[in-house]
T-cell receptor, first 113, second 115 residues
């Protein structure tokens, strides 16, 4: 099972910031938080990842709480093309794979004009 | 360049057919993955190749057979599939699956329909 929980859906107005929350209360000290998104019927697209410091790249910002039990992905100026399912992922070590990317249900973000 | 390519984009096959899905990356990555994604569900990992060595997911049926001819290519051989195997099959690659900061990059997927 995934180690993360996310709201099933969110709406955002075009041009406004989209803030997508994620809970990962069982995260271990050396586990990274990854964010991907999947636009309808395409492959998942890597957005950003972080350990404990806030991270920013050309796509988004990632804010991780001090206790690391939750994080927020911020799309600063959402556009219609940002409409997608956003996945927050903490990797799980299984018997057969040390870095199993266990996708949860994700958050379906709809950006509205 | 973070491109992973997959062919074909779409595939329709009967339950008695044998077909193969192909995946290619030229990023010098040493790990490659196959995922299966059913409609309205998240992707689920099927197989991992790390340095051309396969890690087996015991829950995947034997009618799916992966092959890694070299570090840039990954195939998924399909035989005697069932209609419930219809899904989007995603390939991904990453630098080194043993690294906790390793990032996977996905291809566009192959949409498979089994009749």
């Amino acid at each position: 099972d995934a180690k993360t929980t996310q709201p099933p859906s969110m709406d955002c107005a075009e041009g406004r910031a989209a803030n997508l929350p994620c809970n990962h209360s069982t995260i271990s000290g050396n586990e990274y938080v990854y964010w991907y998104r999947q636009i309808h019927s395409q492959g998942p697209q890597y957005i950003i990842h972080g350990l404990k410091n806030n991270e920013t790249n050309e796509m988004a910002s990632l804010i991780i709480t001090e206790d690391r039990k939750s994080s927020t992905l911020i799309l600063p100026h959402a556009t219609l093309r940002d409409t997608a399912v956003y996945y927050c992922i903490v990797r799980v070590a299984t018997l057969w794979n040390n870095n199993d990317m266990r996708f949860g249900a994700g958050t379906r973000l709809t950006v509205k004009p | 360049d973070t491109e992973v390519t997959q062919t074909p984009k779409h595939l329709v096959m009967g339950m008695t057919n044998k077909k193969s899905l192909k995946c290619e990356q030229h990023m010098g990555h040493r790990a490659m993955y196959w995922y299966k994604q059913k409609a309205k569900k998240p992707p689920e990992l099927m197989f991992v190749y790390s340095y051309e060595k396969l890690s087996i997911n015991e829950s995947v049926p034997s009618r799916f057979s992966p092959e890694c001819p070299n570090s840039s290519l990954l195939n998924l051989h399909l035989h005697a599939l069932q209609p419930e195997d219809s899904a989007l099959y995603l390939c991904a690659s990453s630098q080194d699956s043993r690294d906790s900061t390793d990032t996977q990059y996905f291809g566009p997927g192959t949409r498979l329909t089994v009749l």
